[in-house]
């Protein structure tokens, strides 16, 4: 910042604390992810898509339009992701009987042990990284961060 201040003292650049370290954070935590996901034979987007399905609850299944919804992807993109997860066995296509057209993607057994055994590895290292903060400062970051990204989604509305 102060590089920025010296080189362009007309610049208000005060969101650059902030926004640099968001930015580098999210690197860092996917980096983190990556790492750990590659232990299980999984990439960031792998592990999004069966999580999604996972936190649905029985019988852990959306339509394709609801996952690339949720998943912020187009529709090709989720069609890529669900043939290779197919492929390795850990969603299905499942043809709704009364309209052949209809079809809902869901995990098998194999994705749902697969994204059982992942998540409470995952979930642990994260945790740590935020043992620092007491409960205070953990509720007060979240708190800032739902708003911050709700301010986010309304700029791109």
């Given amino acids: 910042m102060a590089q920025w201040q010296q080189q362009s003292p007309q610049l208000d650049v005060s969101g650059l604390a902030i926004v640099g370290r968001v930015l580098r954070i999210a690197r860092l935590l996917e980096k983190h992810r990556e790492t750990v996901l590659a232990d299980f034979g999984l990439n960031v987007w792998s592990f999004d898509v069966l999580a999604t399905l996972r936190r649905q ?27 290779r997860l197919e492929q390795d066995g850990v969603v299905q296509r499942i043809r709704d009987p009364d309209d052949r057209r209809s079809v809902s993607v869901q995990l098998t057994s194999k994705g749902i042990e697969l994204t059982d055994s992942v998540m409470p590895v995952l979930f642990a290292k994260e945790n740590q990284f935020l043992a620092q903060f007491s409960n205070t400062e953990t509720e007060t970051l979240i708190e800032l961060l739902r708003r911050f990204l709700l301010s986010l989604n309304e700029v791109e509305k």
């Fill in 57 to 83: 609850g029985p019988p852990y299944q959306l339509k394709p339009t609801e996952l690339y919804s949720l998943l912020m992807l187009s529709s090709g993109a989720m069609t890529n992701r669900i043939d």
